[in-house]
Structure formats: C-alpha cells, structure tokens
C-alpha cells in the first residue's frame, strides 16, 4: 500500500524505473540527458536539480562540534535539500564522516575535505544501487577513505582501504535486501565507516546506542521489520 506520494519533486506521484534507458528533459532546467527513472506522471529531475541546495552541507558541518557522524547525518537529512531519496545522500554520508573525523582527532582540512566530498559525490549518479549494483551511499565511504588518505588509482594500502570501505557498506545492506532505501542505507553506512576508520586509522568518533527511524511513514517503500532501524524492532 502506497503511504506518502512524495518522491517527484514536480507532482509527487511514485516513480517509475524502465527496462531501457530513454532521452529525458528535466523539468526543472531542461536538460536533456540519459536515465531510467522518471515519475508515473512522466516528469524527470536530473541529479544537479534534485541536489539543488546541497551547498548548504557545507555551513552546517563547519560549525558542528560532535564526533557521532550519525548525529551529523540527522541534522543534514533535515535539510531541504535532502529529500526522502535521491543523489544527495552521496555527499551526506560522507560529509557527516569528515566532520566527525575532524572533531575526533582525525588531521585533515575540514572545509577542503568537504569540497571535495561534492566534487566527487555529485559525480555518483542516482538509482546506481539497482542498475549498476553499488549503493552511493557505499561509495561516499569510499571516497571518504580516499579523501583521508589522498588515495588514487595508483596507491597500494590506501587503494585496498578504499575499496574495502566500499565493500563493507555494500555486503551489510545485501544481507537486508530491497528496495531501496537513502535512509537506511545512509546509515548503515556511516556505522560501518565509524567502526573502519577506528580499526584501520585509530581516530574514534562516536555511535549512537540505539538507532529508531523516523521515516518509515513517510518511505513507500519501507521494508518495515527487515529494516534493523524500524521502530518496532526490539
């Protein structure tokens, strides 16, 4: 039963994935590019529409104190810029963990660090969690492990890192399964980002006791007692 239509930023009707990829125009900017999703009412948002705002992560983590990227993540879902799903939760998740690295102890230059978080995750397109078989949420860890350690195609150790982070996040939420979801996902993978960067760097940030969703009314697509985030769960 569909609880909340709420997923086209146009008209809020469901969206609809096809088989094939098709020739778009955004609503919002009309750009015309390639994609498979658009809503039941045939409108489509291209990712630069749909993180419109995003700008407004960086305010936020700068002037954060706390060294639980959960908690960091909380505050920037609130935004208006992020909305129940879509591509900004590529830049949120690691965002939220470069904060909390830095107000941890971790040694990196916070303000460059997050620029070039966005630089990257406005790279990782949307819906890659069911066509291309690795969530953007994964991948923001992965991108965080090469921003700590200036990671790239070319590094040993730190290459391994990267692609491990990567790996955790996307085993974790195939063990749960679809559809989709930013928000459990989101979290599933800053908790497994918290516990690799203890083990690997040494810096650690902190995790909450217990973790209770908020958006389960307002998800279609909610898995209900699967999720290990859902109320009703002990």
């Known amino acids: 039963m569909q609880k909340n239509n709420d997923e086209c930023l146009i008209c809020k009707e469901r969206l609809v994935y096809l088989e094939k990829a098709e020739q778009m125009e955004c609503a919002l900017c009309h750009k015309i590019e390639t994609s498979n ?13 749909h993180m419109k705002g995003i700008d407004s992560f960086l305010g936020v983590c700068l002037s954060e104190t706390s060294k639980n990227p959960y908690d960091i993540l909380l505050k920037l879902m609130t935004l208006p810029s992020c909305h129940m799903h879509g591509p ?3 830049i949120l998740v690691g965002s939220s963990l470069l904060t909390a690295y830095k107000n941890a102890g971790g040694g990196i230059d916070l303000q460059k660090a997050l620029l070039e978080m966005q630089s990257r995750g406005r790279q990782v397109p949307g819906s890659i969690c069911g066509l291309w078989g690795s969530c953007g949420a994964a991948v923001s860890t992965g991108i965080t492990v090469s921003i700590i350690t ?5 590094s040993e150790e730190s290459w391994g890192w990267c692609n491990e982070m990567t790996s955790r996040v996307l085993a974790h939420e ?3 399964g679809g559809p989709r979801c930013c928000k459990r996902n989101s979290t599933i993978a800053v908790l497994e980002a918290t516990d690799f960067i203890r083990e690997k760097f040494d810096v650690r940030m902190e995790k909450p006791e217990k973790i209770i969703c908020g958006y389960t009314a307002k998800n279609n697509q ?9 109320p009703q769960n002990p």
Do not use: D, M
């Open 37 to 49: 999703c658009r809503c039941a009412s045939g409108h489509y948002v291209c990712s630069e529409c």
């Open 150 to 154: 200036g990671a790239s195609p070319l």
């Open 222 to 230: 909610c898995i209900g007692l699967r999720c290990p985030f859902n």
């Open 88 to 90: 900004e939760h590529h």
């Open 174 to 176: 195939a063990k749960i």
